[in-house]
């Protein structure tokens, strides 16, 4: 069903479209479990889990300790067992009110009471979300992504 949506939005990334001299910039990969990608710095083994990003489903990602989930708007049983015992949670917080597809700054910071992670970064702000207010409201282990952060995490 993603890989559907992808293409039917943005079928011009991953296809040439007819009669266009441009090519296409994107491969698709279907992530069937965990898989490992190798790199300089050596190899980083990536586990997905699914998550309910609105009416479709989205997958989170846990890199040892941390957890990547910036699109999503509900998780089961299994999600929370993926998010359990993290150093660090990057974790979707789109707007101050619920939204259909994701999960709104009060949700995040529920989520993030119940999974106890050393750290939490909030990602995915809309406009609105004013960063020196989010700063100065959310507890001290939890951060508020910014244009050209950074993370240092060792694997």
């Not at 300089?40 to 699914?50: E, N, S, V, W, Y």
């Amino acid at each position: 069903p993603t890989q559907d949506a992808l293409v039917s939005r943005f079928g011009y990334a991953f296809v040439q479209p007819e009669g266009s001299s441009y090519p296409p910039i994107c491969d698709m990969h279907t992530i069937h479990g965990p898989f490992t990608i190798a790199g300089a710095g050596g190899d980083i083994a990536l586990t997905p889990f699914r998550v309910e990003h609105g009416m479709i489903e989205a997958l989170g990602f846990r890199i040892a300790g941390l957890a990547y989930l910036p699109d999503v708007s509900d998780m089961d049983e299994a999600a929370w067992a993926a998010v359990q015992g993290l150093d660090c949670w990057v974790l979707d917080a789109l707007r101050r009110k619920p939204h259909p597809t994701h999960i709104h700054l009060a949700r995040a910071l529920e989520w993030i009471e119940r999974a106890r992670p050393r750290r939490a970064i909030l990602t995915n702000m809309h406009i609105d979300m004013d960063h020196a207010t989010l700063v100065a409201e959310t507890p001290g282990h939890v951060d508020v992504a910014h244009d050209g952060m950074t993370i240092d995490y060792e694997v």
